[in-house]
C-alpha cells in the first residue's frame, strides 16, 4: 500500500513563495509517476504538476514557470516549489501516485486526476492580496 503523506502548507501574501512536500513510502517515488493536485471547494480537482521516473515534468498552463515539481529519491520527497503566488492558488494540496505504477505521466498539459490511485491527505495553501 502507498502511503503518502504532505507537509509544507500554510498562508502567505500574494507574491510569496511556498514549498511543499510529500513523503512517500516504499519505491514508488524512484518508479512512478508523481503528481501535485489542487481542489477547491466545489470545484473539481486540477491536475498541477507531475514527474516522470526519468525526471521529465509537466505543468498546467496556469502555473507554468511560477511552480516546480522534485523529487529526492535519498530522502524519499515528491516536492513542489511555488513561488509568485497569487489569489488564485489558494486551495488544498494533494500528491498523488499513479493508481497502476506506471512511470511515464500521461495527460497534459497537466496531470489527470483519473490516472492516479493513490493520494494523501492534504495541505491548505491559502494566499491573500
Known amino acids: 500500500q502507498v502511503q503518502l503523506a504532505e507537509s509544507g502548507g500554510g498562508s502567505v501574501q500574494g507574491g510569496g513563495s511556498l514549498r511543499l512536500s510529500c513523503a512517500v513510502s516504499?519505491?514508488?517515488?524512484?518508479?512512478?509517476?508523481m503528481a501535485w493536485f489542487r481542489q477547491v471547494p466545489g470545484k473539481e480537482r486540477e491536475g498541477v504538476a507531475a514527474i516522470t521516473r526519468y525526471g521529465n515534468t509537466l505543468y498546467a498552463n496556469s502555473v507554468k514557470g511560477r511552480f516546480t515539481i522534485s523529487k529526492d529519491i535519498a530522502k524519499g520527497t515528491l516536492d513542489l516549489q511555488m513561488n509568485n503566488l497569487n489569489p488564485e492558488d489558494t486551495a488544498m494540496y494533494y500528491c498523488a501516485a499513479d493508481r497502476s505504477g506506471r512511470p511515464y505521466c500521461s495527460g497534459g498539459p497537466g496531470p489527470r486526476a483519473f490516472d492516479f490511485g493513490y493520494w494523501g491527505q492534504g495541505t491548505q495553501v491559502s494566499v491573500s492580496s
Open positions: 516504499g519505491d514508488t517515488l524512484r518508479d512512478t509517476c
